[in-house]
T-cell receptor, first 119, second 114 residues
Framework: GAVVSQHPSRVICKSGTSVKIECRSLDFQATTMFWYRQFPKKSLMLMATSNEGSKATYEQGVEKDKFLINHASLTLSTLTVTSAHPEDSSFYIC???????????????FGEGSRLTVL | AQSVAQPEDQVNVAEGNPLTVKCTYSVSGNPYLFWYVQYPNRGLQFLLKYITGDNLVKGSYGFEAEFNKSQTSFHLKKPSALVSDSALYFCAVRDPYNFNKFYFGSGTKLNVKP
């Protein structure tokens, strides 16, 4: 089945530093990937849609300068949390859809998530 | 606007008993419905989906879901619960006008006790 790999699974950083999270589709191509944020005991909040070779589309209220997204290839998207602060601590999950499958029936495949803790 | 509701924050069931996790949806257009499961500190795993066809959809790990158009529901079911089924379950609906956009319910924590 389709596998999405996310790295790192856990990261602890100091306030003010930047952290990069990678999301890779291992056995399929994904022209579009999605970044979600999950707060404790809460549902997933879509942050942005990452488009291969073009700018990401951010959801309302998400700071694009804070959460930099790059989708340089058909199998890799990165999320960089810039100048991280404790309130950025969260569980970040990426997902992707197989570009070769029918767009109206394909489910999303999710990475394992990255737990960010900003001290 | 598209949305899903999971009315129960938590469902408790004894091992071996049937389980139901509820989901209702609101969609303008044909609904594309999904169930995902999340184990602690993990990503979401796909369980099953309804696109069209039979109202009873069978998925992974013995789970099934019944699409009910008149009640706008898509409840997740399993005839006999296992302790290992304990996890967080999310219902989701895909936007029929933007296939890239999914709307997730708030999640239901399933506790299966031995």
């Amino acid at each position: 089945g389709a596998v999405v790999s996310q790295h790192p699974s856990r990261v602890i950083c100091k306030s003010g530093t930047s952290v990069k999270i990678e999301c890779r589709s291992l056995d399929f191509q994904a022209t579009t990937m999605f970044w979600y944020r999950q707060f404790p005991k809460k549902s997933l909040m879509l942050m942005a849609t990452s488009n291969e070779g073009s700018k990401a589309t951010y959801e309302q209220g998400v700071e694009k300068d804070k959460f930099l997204i790059n989708h340089a290839s058909l199998t890799l998207s990165t999320l960089t949390v810039t100048s991280a602060h404790p309130e950025d601590s969260s569980f970040y999950i990426c997902s992707a859809r197989d570009s070769n499958r029918a767009s109206n029936t394909g489910e999303l495949f999710f990475g394992e998530g990255s737990r960010l803790t900003v001290l | 606007a598209q949305s899903v509701a999971q009315p129960e924050d938590q469902v408790n069931v004894a091992e071996g008993n049937p389980l139901t996790v509820k989901c209702t949806y609101s969609v303008s257009g044909n609904p594309y419905l999904f169930w995902y499961v999340q184990y602690p500190n993990r990503g979401l795993q796909f369980l099953l989906k309804y696109i069209t066809g039979d109202n009873l959809v069978k998925g992974s790990y013995g789970f099934e879901a019944e699409f009910n158009k008149s009640q706008t529901s898509f409840h997740l079911k399993k005839p006999s619960a296992l302790v290992s089924d304990s996890a967080l379950y999310f219902c989701a609906v895909r936007d029929p006008y933007n296939f890239n956009k999914f709307y997730f319910g708030s999640g239901t924590k399933l506790n299966v006790k031995p």
